[in-house]
């Protein structure tokens, strides 16, 4: 079983909509979590930590389910500027990060 | 400004080259990763260090080499063992301090092909 796992999607959707991506990981020992963004052959950039009781960035809001082992982000209003692909990123033990293989989120006008 | 710059951007080995990938950073971290991207795949971790003259193996060591005689430097050597070497290759650093633990900075990536 991988450690963390993400529907790869496509996800298309239009202007405005709003879209949630899960992401399940497997040891539950896992201490932290965050959402990458990566644009296509561009590095991953940090889009937000994700804290036990939930947090939001502007659109963006994280939640975290330690009793099911996942992780979600919800984007709202969706803008064409959205269109990447979110990395799912656990961390367990100091050095142990897993990526999930991301989702893609194309956001048609 | 502050950052991690990997070069070059585009490389393309020969069948039995071994090529080295440069990434140097000026953040002051002491922790610094070599990761591999394939399509469709996440991120695999290569070899990670977390001090000068130290580094350990990750998920797929086998065909890479790595070195770490300076805090600054983290050079990848993908050596002619490594017979399916075309991918995406992602250089990354870690700061230690408690305001911005655990958050990897990356690279630009270096492109790596076969010809």
């Known amino acids: 079983r991988k450690e963390v796992e993400q529907d790869p999607g496509p996800f298309n959707v239009p202007e405005g909509a709003t879209v949630a991506f899960n992401c399940t990981y497997s040891?539950?020992?896992?201490?932290?979590f965050f959402w990458y963004r990566q644009d296509c052959r561009k590095e991953p950039k940090l889009l937000m930590s994700v804290y036990s009781s939930g947090n939001e960035d502007g659109r963006f809001t994280a939640q975290l389910n330690r009793a099911s082992q996942y992780i979600s982000l919800l984007i709202r209003d969706s803008k064409l500027s959205d269109s990447a692909t979110y990395l799912c990123v656990v961390k367990t033990g100091a050095n142990n990060l897993f990526f999930g293989t991301g989702t893609r989120l194309t956001v048609i006008p | 400004d502050g950052g991690i710059t990997q070069s070059p951007k585009y490389l393309f080995r020969k069948e039995g080259q071994n090529v080295t990938l440069s990434c140097e950073q000026n953040?002051?971290?002491?922790?610094m990763y070599w990761y591999r991207q394939d399509p469709g795949q996440g991120l695999r971790l290569i070899y990670y260090s977390q001090i000068v003259n130290d580094f350990q193996k990750g998920d797929i060591a086998e065909g890479y080499s790595v070195s770490r005689e300076k805090k600054e430097s983290f050079p990848l050597t993908v050596t002619s063992a490594q017979k399916n070497p075309t991918a995406f290759y992602l250089c990354a650093s870690m700061d230690r301090d408690p305001r911005e633990y655990e958050k990897l900075f990356f690279g630009s990536g270096t492109q790596l092909s076969v010809l």
């Open positions: 040891n539950s020992a896992s201490q932290s």
């Open positions: 953040l002051n971290h002491d922790a």
